[in-house]
């Protein structure tokens, strides 16, 4: 699987941007779905994730009420929705496939396919 992360960018704080994670090579029905984001300095944390069919989702506590996935297996294409955006959202975000889990594990390591990252920028 493939997939193609875009939408990022410059946001003032209390915008919003959307996210989308395009997936070619492989069906995107097999796969339950997570976003994670990396800042300068900091780790890979867990954003969002979303149920193979779309009925499930979870997210971090930060995001939780401001951020929401979503997901059109027709298209193959995953989305992040994001509003209210805070400088401390600025981040690298990652979409990525998991094959094992229900519901877009929260550990990273648990992916076995990741999209190249798509800039986000929260600044005045």
């Known amino acids: 699987v493939q997939l193609q992360a875009s939408g990022g960018g410059l946001v003032q704080p209390g915008g919003s941007l959307r996210l989308s994670c395009v997936a070619s090579?492989?069906?995107?029905?097999?796969?339950?779905m997570g976003w994670f984001r990396q800042a300068p300095g900091k780790g890979r944390e867990f954003v969002a994730g979303?149920?193979?069919?779309?009925?499930?989702?979870h997210y971090t506590d930060s995001v939780k009420g401001r951020f929401t996935i979503s997901r059109d297996n027709a298209t193959n294409t995953v989305y992040l929705q994001m509003r209210s955006l805070k400088p401390e959202d600025t981040a690298v975000y990652y979409c990525?496939?998991?094959?094992?889990?229900?519901?877009?594990?929260?550990?990273?390591?648990?992916?076995?396919?990741w999209g190249q990252g798509t800039q986000v920028t929260v600044s005045s």
């Open positions: 990525a496939a998991d094959r094992g889990s229900y519901s877009g594990s929260v550990y990273s390591h648990e992916y076995d396919y």
């Open positions: 090579g492989r069906r995107l029905s097999r796969y339950s």
């Open positions: 979303i149920s193979f069919s779309g009925s499930s989702t």
